[in-house]
């Protein structure tokens, strides 16, 4: 069983419809994927009808974006009932946010002299209901400014560069709550990708545990090998699902292909338990896992 447990469509800000996510997933090897487009569950009908044809398991799920401490956290929610109203008002908040965002740094990037329009960001985020930094980057990249999205972030978007603009992020302990009111379960995504200095620390994640936070991604291409040992003796002692997965953005990130990363089947069936047992608590009608018999 080859398991892909969080990737992007078009939903957000992959480059694939969900459709051509799923297929691209089978085509892939993969066994079960599961859609976790930003804050949005936007893709999951379209991805629900696909993985029924082409014969593979999904699992329906979004990646939150949260604060915690000061610090940007993402959350992996799986199988939360997303009209559930407090998951709701958080995710249009954040979105809302996140689209409100574009605006500020299209004028910051005009302040640097560089000639770009909303109208150029709208015309590559099509169909997203996350619409933002990255259809920016996109935008950038057909305006020939950068290369790519990798450069355009780190050139001009990311925290500390010249157009980065903050935004609303929910408070992550309300988002594993209202996860959890959704008969859904919560897995911190990445917790150390892209930093040094490995926060959320033990600690932090210890108290998050209690709180309800169901597991760990662990093997993530933004981990370097030691700190995913570091990670994956914590979930354990935490007893704590740790996951692994590509975060697949199709083209829109290079060296996150499909299926990059996997989590073996016994860490899904444990999350798997959590959910059903999360579910039955909220008394909430939460999607199913599509799987293989
Ligand atoms: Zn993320
Ligand atoms: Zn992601």
Redesign the pocket.
Known sequence: MRIDL?THSRASDGTQSPDELVRAAAAAGLDVVALTD?DTAEGWAEAERAAADVGIGLVRGM?ISTRHEGQSV?L?AYLPDPTYPPLAEGLTRILEGRVSRVPDVVARLNALGIEITEADVAAVSGDSAASGRPHVADALVQRGVVGDRTEAFTRFLNPGRPAYVDRYAAPLTDMIDAVAGAGGVSVI??PW?RRSDERPDAATLEALAERGLAGIEVDHQDHAPAARERLRAIATDLGLVATGSS?HHGTGKVDHDLGCHTTPPEQLHRLLELAAAAAARSGRATPQPLLLP
């Open positions: 969080h930003h990646e993402h992996l995504a990445h990708g975060d």
